[in-house]
């Protein structure tokens, strides 16, 4: 059953901490994506990754950094948390760029 | 920048009727994904069109990227439907292979 995972599935951190959330896929896709979406709201780019060691930065790559060691892992890491960095944290993966892309179940993470 | 505007932002439909979701692009896209966001949060796919016209179900999809918008029609709408749609554009241009979302629809049938 090809799909993307993320752990943890919640989160509460205190400001300042430092946050590691993670996506897997089983689909061997080489794109994969770090997305947020806030209350009411659409979701938002933060970060694109185009293979191992590849990664551009989305729309809104302030307070993020990202790493792929793996093709089939992608994680997003928050140094030193901050309140307004609470929110729905979505990864997705695709087989090419501008290809459908599927998402994962999400990460609430709470920043205190 | 790209701008993806979905409308209605909500809709209320009985059981058993039909109606339709619009989303216009300012700018061309290369491709329109419709999710629907269920309680859970969860983003299901529910049609990937690059051109014309997808139907699965009760649901059918059209993208008409010279016009650019794209549709997503609900026919014999069931209680189950009920979540937040959202169309998403695909950039056609250097800044990357990203999807922008529109505002979301939420719908609500009742019985």
């Known amino acids: 059953d090809m799909k993307v995972t993320q752990m943890p599935r919640y989160l509460i951190k205190r400001m300042g901490e430092n946050v590691l959330l993670e996506c897997g896929q089983d689909?061997?896709?080489?794109?994969m994506y770090w997305y947020r979406q806030d209350p009411g709201l659409g979701l938002q780019l933060i970060y694109i990754?185009?293979?191992?060691?590849?990664?551009s930065e989305g729309d809104i790559p302030k307070g993020y950094r990202v790493s792929r060691k793996k093709r089939e892992h992608f994680s997003l890491i928050l140094d030193s948390a901050k309140t307004n960095q609470t929110s729905v944290y979505f990864c997705?993966?695709?087989?090419?760029?501008?290809?459908?892309?599927?998402f994962g179940p999400g990460t609430r993470l709470t920043v205190l | 920048g790209d701008q993806v505007e979905q409308s209605p932002s909500a809709l209320s439909l009985h059981e058993g009727t039909s109606s339709a979701l619009r989303c216009n692009f300012t700018?061309?896209?290369?491709?329109v994904q419709w999710f629907r966001q269920n309680s859970r949060g969860s983003l299901i796919n529910l049609f990937y069109?690059?051109?014309g016209t997808k139907e699965n179900g009760r649901l059918k999809s059209a993208f008409d990227s010279k016009e650019l918008y794209s549709t997503l029609h609900i026919r014999d709408a069931q209680l189950e439907d009920s979540g937040t749609y959202f169309c998403?554009?695909?950039?056609?241009?250097?800044?990357?292979?990203?999807?922008?979302f529109g505002g979301g629809t939420r719908l609500t049938v009742r019985p």
């Open positions: 997705a993966s695709s087989g090419q760029i501008y290809a459908e892309q599927f």
């Open positions: 689909m061997s896709h080489e794109t």
């Open positions: 990754s185009y293979d191992v060691d590849s990664n």
């Open positions: 700018t061309t896209t290369r491709s």
């Open positions: 069109l690059a051109s």
């Open positions: 998403a554009a695909a950039s056609n241009n250097n800044a990357g292979a990203k999807l922008t």
